[in-house]
């Protein structure tokens, strides 16, 4: 039976740019120390509830591989999705050059999709100022001229993830109109006879 979920979020990015462990961290509030995750396959879907001003809402949250070969995947994935956290290792430039490749697939292919921006691994670059291979000005300016909201978080320690997703699940409940999302990505409108409590996007 599909779940049930308010929102529909998609985490975009490069491989082995810590979304799972960002969800992970969300969803499940653990951390899986330096064992690295299997890369990840098609996608993984989890859904949280969050409450915002006194409204509960769930968010339906789809964790996409990063691997270029699954490219074409993905797209069936954030279809529908009214919101994306693309996901920036600040370890990594080739993971911030491939950012642009994400918010282009966005602008073409789900254009009201609000943007967040999670720089990952903050932990890292807090502990060695030489990991760093993402300025963070550069990404404010990336951030701010595709539109988006910019958290650096840490998976290990939970830096941000809990504010990104609760900053996430307000756009939902500031949004319009009403639906419910199912995991394979399709958009069901609920009618007021449907006697389900209302959903915010």
Request: proline residues 1%; aromatic residues 8%; glycine residues 10%.
């Amino acid at each position: 039976m599909a779940a049930k979920v308010d929102m529909k979020v998609v985490l975009l990015g490069k491989e082995f740019g810590g979304k799972t462990s960002l969800v992970e961290r969300f969803l499940h509030e653990r951390f899986a120390g330096g064992a690295p995750y299997q890369n990840t396959i098609g996608a993984a879907f989890g859904a949280k509830k969050v409450t915002v001003n006194g409204e509960t809402i769930t968010l339906g949250i789809w964790d996409t591989a990063g691997s270029e070969r699954y490219e074409a995947m993905s797209r069936i994935y954030y279809r529908g999705a009214k919101a994306a956290v693309l996901c920036i290792d600040l370890t990594d430039e080739t993971s911030f050059k491939r950012a642009r490749f994400w918010v282009n697939e966005l602008k073409t292919n789900e254009e009201e999709c609000k943007l967040f921006i999670a720089g990952t691994k903050q932990d890292v670059v807090i502990q060695d100022k030489k990991a760093r291979k993402v300025d963070g000005a550069d990404l404010q300016d990336f951030a701010d001229e595709s539109g988006a909201r910019l958290f650096e978080t840490s998976a290990k320690t939970g830096h941000n993830v809990e504010e990104l997703f609760q900053e996430v699940a307000s756009a939902c409940v500031s949004a319009r109109g009403q639906a419910t999302f199912n995991p394979n990505g399709n958009t069901v409108a609920l009618d007021s006879s449907g006697g389900k409590s209302s959903g915010c996007c």
